[in-house]
C-alpha cells in the first residue's frame, strides 16, 4: 500500500507539472490546456485514495504489531514460565518422593543384608560339597580283579563264584541281602525329585540308568534269597530233623513281596527312561523272567556266568554309554547359536561357553530348558537355551 501510494503521488506531481506547462506553452491550445488539467486533477484524487488506503493500513498494521508484541507474545513467555516452573516444582516433589521412598526401604535393605550375613556364617562347606559329590558322582562300581581261567584243566570259571551255586549255610543267605552293599560310599540319598527331572537331559538318563542297575541287582538278591529259601524248604520237609519248613514261611513271603515291589519300581524307572529319549536297547538292566521256585535271568555288574560267551554286564554298562556318545557326536548341525552370557558348565553334561562364543546346535529344546550345542573342537554338551540367540538352518 506505501509503495503504491508512493507511485501514485509521483504519476500525479508529473501530470500537474505537465498542465502546467501546458497551459503556459502559448503555442497549445485551450483543449490540450484543458486535457492536461483533467489528467492532473484524476492524477491527484487516485493519489488522494492511495493515501487514504496507505494510512488506513498502517493503522491496522500498528495495531496488530502492538497487539502482538505487547500481549500475544507475553502470554505465550507467561505460560512458558509457568510450564516450567511446575517443571521444577514437580521435579521437587520426586525428589522429596525419591527421599521418603529411600528412608522407608533402608531398614528393609538392612534385615535383607543382616540375613545375608547370617546366611554366610551358617554356610558349611564341607555338607555343601558333600551334597555336590552326590548329585554328581556316576555310582558305577570300581572294577574288579580279574581272574585266572585255568584252560589246561578245562575249567571256564570258578564254580564259586556262580551266582546260582548251592548256599553254604543258611545264616549266610539271610544275611546276604542286609549286609552287601554295591555303592562306591555308603550314603543316604539326596532330597532330589525321584523321576531326577531337574537334572539335564544327559545327565538325567544316566542317573536313571543307574537306579535301574541298582534296582536290578537288588532284585537279582531277592531273587538268589528265595531261590535259596526254596531249596532249603525242600530240605528242610525231606530231612526234618535238620529244621522245620514253616519256619521259613515268613521270609519266603516278605522276599515274595520284595521281588514285587521291586519289578513295580523297575518298570516305573523302565518308563521315565523312555520318556528322557533313551533308545530301546538301552533297557539292559530288567530282570527278564522269574519261575514258580525263584530261578532267575537278570543282567547284573556283579552276577557270573557259566558260558564264556556271555559278556560281562558292567562292560555293557560303559558300553551302552560309549555308543550313546557316538552316535551322537555324529549327528549333524542343526542350526548355531551365540553366547549372551557367560556359563560355567560345572554340572555333568553340560558344556561352558564365553559370551559372544558361536557354538553348533546339536539337538533343539525339547521344553526342559536345555539346548545340546558342540564346538568347532568336538566337545559336546547342554547349555541353558535362555543363554543363547539360536538360528536354525531352513
Known amino acids: 500500500s506505501k509503495k503504491r501510494f508512493e507511485r501514485e503521488w509521483r504519476e500525479a506531481e ?143 570259571r570258578a564254580s564259586s563264584d556262580s551266582s546260582l551255586g ?51 541287582r537288588e532284585l537279582q538278591k531277592e531273587a538268589d534269597q528265595s531261590e535259596a529259601l526254596g531249596k532249603m524248604k525242600d530240605v528242610y520237609e525231606k530231612n526234618p530233623q535238620m529244621g522245620d519248613p514253616a519256619s521259613l514261611a515268613t521270609q519266603i513271603s516278605q522276599t515274595s513281596q520284595n521281588i514285587e515291589r521291586l519289578r513295580g519300581e523297575l518298570n516305573k524307572y523302565e518308563t521315565w527312561l523312555s520318556e528322557a529319549g533313551v533308545r530301546g536297547d538301552a533297557l539292559r538292566y530288567r530282570a527278564h523272567s522269574f519261575n514258580n521256585n525263584g530261578a532267575h535271568e537278570v543282567l547284573s555288574p556283579d552276577a557270573a556266568h557259566s558260558d564264556e560267551s556271555t559278556p560281562d554286564p558292567s562292560q555293557a554298562i560303559y558300553a551302552e554309554f560309549d555308543d550313546d556318545f557316538e552316535d551322537e557326536e555324529r549327528a549333524a548341525p542343526i542350526g548355531k547359536c551365540t553366547a549372551m552370557y557367560n556359563f560355567p558348565g560345572a554340572s555333568e553334561g553340560t558344556i561352558s561357553m564365553e559370551e559372544g562364543e558361536v557354538l553348533a546346535v546339536v539337538e533343539e529344546d525339547k521344553g526342559d530348558g536345555w539346548t545340546r550345542v558342540r564346538r568347532h573342537n568336538g566337545d559336546e554338551g547342554y547349555i541353558p537355551t535362555s543363554y543363547v540367540t539360536i538360528t536354525l538352518n531352513k
Open 166 to 216: 548251592t548256599p553254604k549255610g543258611h545264616m549266610d543267605i539271610l544275611g546276604k541281602n542286609k549286609s552287601k552293599n554295591f555303592w562306591l560310599f555308603k550314603r543316604s540319598k539326596p532330597t532330589v525329585m525321584e523321576d531326577f527331572g531337574h537334572l539335564p537331559p544327559e545327565q538325567r538318563r544316566k542317573r536313571l540308568q543307574q537306579k535301574l542297575e541298582e534296582i536290578s
Open 14 to 156: 508529473r501530470a500537474a507539472q505537465y498542465a502546467d506547462k501546458t497551459d503556459q506553452d502559448i503555442n497549445a491550445t485551450k483543449a490540450d490546456v484543458e486535457k492536461a488539467k483533467q489528467q492532473a486533477h484524476m492524477r491527484a484524487r487516485v493519489a488522494e485514495e492511495c493515501k487514504n488506503d496507505y494510512a488506513s493500513h498502517l493503522q491496522k498494521y500498528n495495531k496488530e504489531q502492538s497487539q502482538f508484541y505487547f500481549n500475544d507474545m507475553p502470554v505465550i513467555f507467561n505460560k512458558l514460565q509457568n510450564l516450567d516452573e511446575r517443571r521444577i516444582q514437580k521435579l521437587a516433589q520426586g525428589y522429596i518422593l525419591f527421599s521418603d521412598t529411600e528412608k522407608h526401604v533402608m531398614p528393609i535393605i538392612g534385615k535383607c543384608l543382616e540375613g545375608i550375613t547370617k546366611a554366610g556364617t551358617n554356610v558349611n562347606e564341607k555338607n555343601d560339597t558333600m551334597v555336590v559329590i552326590e548329585q554328581n558322582k556316576s555310582g558305577f562300581e570300581r572294577p574288579g580283579d580279574v581272574e585266572f581261567e585255568d584252560y589246561s584243566q578245562g575249567i571256564n
